[in-house]
């Protein structure tokens, strides 16, 4: 008699293989089997946008360990003694007996196998509109290796010249810039006002302003209808009205779990449609494991659950339950901060936490700053980073942060997400011992900045205001005196056009005659990034001005048209 | 009769300007004073390297602000309205009366002035070797703006073709690429058997072999006597007789507090040779304040008291003592955990908390784990990096960590740094939510990689061995067998030749019979990084082998030169 334990892991992308062999690194003789509906197995998904817009060639890279094997049946035979199951789809858990049911989707023949564990790596789907010309030729999405197939050989034929991209999230501006340099006129169409929803707007609006440069956007509508000529897209209309003329349409709209096998075998799930787990990735069913984009995880910070569908987490996931379900429960996967990053062209974007609108939702007293400052020393040719900021305002904890631009924004996301991960304050922040060399960062780092500006603010020494809300008292032609405090010279390179007076920080101590003689008149004061902008700030303060606001990121976060 | 607060900063590099500004920020009315006894004010220090070396040629970029404008004197009287007077000595301080005493080093001129606060940045000064000809033309430093110009000159003059460093340090090192990319032969000489002492041994030599690609380096051998022709240099000799011809010799040996005026107005220093400072960064004087290069500060995992000579750290404390001097305490400056970095050619290596040596010295129980692989996917040209990762056995607290390699080793540091900040140990950090795109780092982050391996190591899977260990046990023909889990190619390619069998993790199971018949042996598994080496000794375990080991961070973390 056979006593090995018999694990069965249904999904072969990135969750499900990596809790296969975490399995099988625990149990040596466990039956380990994978059932993959597709052909390819442990796919970099994250990296198709980098195969169609040709940062590489060969499309086995996506399909490799880092030595160049190719990661097929025979692999994960071989190396990991897992027997993976392609074009294979499951189509029942019969839970009552522990058994699977499955077909061969090349051989139409059905199969039937046993189980003392499972794992449900089933991944997501993505979202569609439910729009007339759905199914005409020339609308994708970039979910599967398929998808990267059609739109890598779109890139190599050279013939398309107009997309439209469907979704201005992760994979939507991905896309856009894979398609970008597949020599393709891209328009994105986001259904929001802003594009990278998980962005707070003045962010979002920053980003939109570069992505600019390469495509067209629009935002606040939605697709109406697919429009096609035999069968084949020819534009899209937009539900105001605009048809934009394009034979490619990408839909990046998004995914939702893929959950129908675990809800026919009646596997709690969740309001947010996905199945729910408890800390070991277990389901309702303690036998049944669920990993990856196919179930709901819990956000530490507003312990709420999320859907998550990151690759990152996938794998951690993963580990977990391919560690359990083979030793019957040791480890635990806490939760997620829902951490990301997207790199478009020459600019990053990157969020962990919680956004300010969140924040608020779960309840945090809350205050945020937005700061822009350089990753490195000019010397060094450093590149531009705004970060924003938000944490609770009572105790000072870090809730949050967005950064973008240019510079090293990975580098910072990384520093605020184990901020977050160690439960640190902003005080905590303001004396972080981070590596400093002129090639890496300035000797005060953008975050350290960042949290002693948001430290001057809870003390009540910055009062910040943002873009929009000057902009709104501009438009309102509100009696303000904004006070630009730069050179001269800058100003002659770029400024805003707002009504701003030009009064050099080094020269403000002897032009305080030059301010508004009423001292309770509210003051905006700013400069490139708002340094000078502060210190004017602080000196016009300690003079008895007492309403004097310091723009928040100067004018490098000032997201409306400028005159200069 | 004046009433402003008088506050006087000795010091002008980097802590001082600091301190200075920040209490302008703080009290507007403050009499402020910076003594500065060289030309130049807030100089970019940490940046002379690459003025040396020629990645910009505007030496004003070491001493402008982001926007370019020259940090002179009369930038501070303007911009912050603070008085910096520089060329002028403080040559006493007189605690009684609270004033100090100063020379202008251009005129001769004395001068005394008042303090209420005085804050000392007194900077270190470069430590020289004691011997013979030490005056000779063509020796110096780079310490200074001085230094920084003459060498820069030499870059720029083209004439001198060999050059010696004295010291492998951070400076020594930076100093190296920046003479090399003059166009000049640099021999490196260290006293000790290392270069980076901060770095523990194995990752050392493996930098050193990096090294060794661009310079000649001379470990366990310190300067006996320069020589030279005419007041010129033209040979250093060493301690072991060897004497080495050049023209140019640059002493990099590590700096020592300058605290003669402290010590000579009483107050009080530490073992190490610092000002001794509380969190408020005030010395045994109450009124008297200290930071940066002058002092000693608490490193936060051992609390002991260290020297920390770094351009973050002295702006942080600068901040900190500002403050207080201007507001009567109300900030604390926590300590350090030696966070630093520094950039060699294409090769980059930091450290930050304790070395494995430093944690036993400080009472821990320590485990370590060296971990190879790269800091993205192949098909984003990720780069190798290394991690030696060093915790409390017993609580699986960070203790610190080094990583060194062409890969993103500063954002790697910067998750360390954090993670000692946050108090967080393996376990925590095998779940950390760090941002995932291929564009900057593998689904599985290098620094959770690491932590896998480590909590593997606890928990007892990963028994490894290091690669001096393992060479000792080659070298002393122990009865080993070791096992290399790569493919034929792999081998053919680049190999140790210590007597390794190759058997491919892939056939591993059908060739167990080619294993030792003694299930008791050592074996020592390995591949390039040995993540297939780890499955290998799984494997080997679970059928009943005992004594299987791996070799820590394969091929790539072997330091002794291979056979191919």
């Known amino acids: 008699m056979n006593t090995h334990k018999k694990i069965i892991v249904i999904g072969g992308s990135a969750a499900g293989p990596k809790a296969a062999s975490k399995a099988r690194r625990m149990d040596e003789f466990a039956e380990i089997t994978i059932l993959q509906k597709d052909n390819d197995l442990s796919m970099a998904s994250c990296g198709f946008p980098y195969y169609v817009g040709g940062f590489f060639d060969d499309r086995n890279m996506l399909l490799s360990t880092p030595t160049g094997v190719v990661r097929d049946q025979k692999f994960y035979l071989n190396a990991k003694g897992i027997q993976a199951k392609t074009n294979t789809l499951a189509t029942f858990i019969d839970r009552k007996n522990k058994r699977v049911d499955y077909k061969d989707l090349e051989t139409g023949k059905k199969g039937r196998i046993d189980y003392d564990k499972l794992i449900l790596a089933t991944g997501a789907k993505p979202k569609l509109p439910p729009v007339e010309g759905i199914d005409l030729e020339g609308i994708t999405t970039l979910q599967s290796m398929r998808d990267a197939d059609y739109l890598r050989k779109i ?94 349409a990408v839909v990046a709209m998004g995914v939702a779990p893929n959950i129908s096998l675990a809800k026919e075998a009646g596997i709690q799930t969740g309001e947010l449609g996905g199945i729910l787990v408890n800390d070991f990735m277990q389901t309702s069913d303690p036998d049944i494991y669920a990993v990856g984009d196919c179930i709901e995880t819990k956000n530490i910070i507003s312990h709420a659950n999320v859907l998550a569908p990151y690759g990152d987490l996938a794998n951690l996931q993963g580990r977990v339950a391919g560690e359990n379900a083979a030793t019957e429960n040791s480890v635990i ?162 400024r805003l056009g707002i009504g701003e007076t030009l009064i050099p920080l080094g020269k403000l101590r002897q032009r305080l005659d030059e301010l508004p003689k009423d001292k309770n008149k509210e003051i905006i004061a700013l400069c490139k990034i708002s340094l000078r902008g502060y210190e004017a700030a602080v000196l016009l303060m300690a003079h008895g001005y007492t309403n004097v606001k310091v723009l928040e990121g100067g004018i490098m976060a000032w997201h409306f048209p400028r005159e200069k």
Chains 1, 2 share one sequence.
């Not at 980003?207 to 606040?220: F, H, L, R």
């Open 155 to 248: 890139r190599d034929d050279k013939q398309i010249k107009k997309a439209v991209v469907i979704g201005g999230g992760l994979i939507g501006i991905e896309t856009t810039e894979a398609l970008q340099l597949a020599g393709i006129e891209i328009t994105i169409i986001e259904m929001l006002p802003q594009l990278l929803n998980f962005l707070d707007y003045e962010l979002a609006k920053l980003v939109e302003n570069y992505i600019k440069t390469k495509a067209n956007i629009i935002t606040g509508s939605g697709v109406a209808k697919f429009i096609g000529e035999n069968g084949k897209l020819t534009a899209v209309k937009l539900q105001n009205g605009t048809e934009i003329h394009c034979e490619l």
């Open 333 to 494: 996967y806490p939760g997620t901060i829902q951490t990301g990053i997207c790199k478009v062209f020459d600019y990053h974007v990157g969020a962990t936490g919680l956004s300010e609108h969140m924040a608020k939702t779960a309840g945090n007293d809350v205050i945020s700053v937005i700061n822009a400052s350089p990753d490195k020393p000019g010397f060094m040719q450093g590149k531009l980073l705004i970060t924003k900021l938000i944490a609770q305002k009572s105790t000072g904890r870090i809730l949050g942060a967005k950064c973008i631009g240019p510079g090293d924004v990975s580098k910072q996301i990384a520093i605020w997400a184990m901020a977050i991960k160690g439960n640190l304050t902003v005080d905590d922040m303001t004396n972080a011992d981070l590596p400093y060399a002129p090639p890496f960062s300035l000797a005060i780092d953008h975050s350290i900045a960042t949290a002693h500006i948001m430290q001057n603010k809870i003390k009540g020494r910055f009062n910040g205001i943002r873009a929009t809300e000057l902009k709104q008292k501009v438009d309102n032609n509100e009696d303000l005196f904004i006070l630009d405090a730069r050179g001269p010279d800058e100003y002659e390179v770029m």
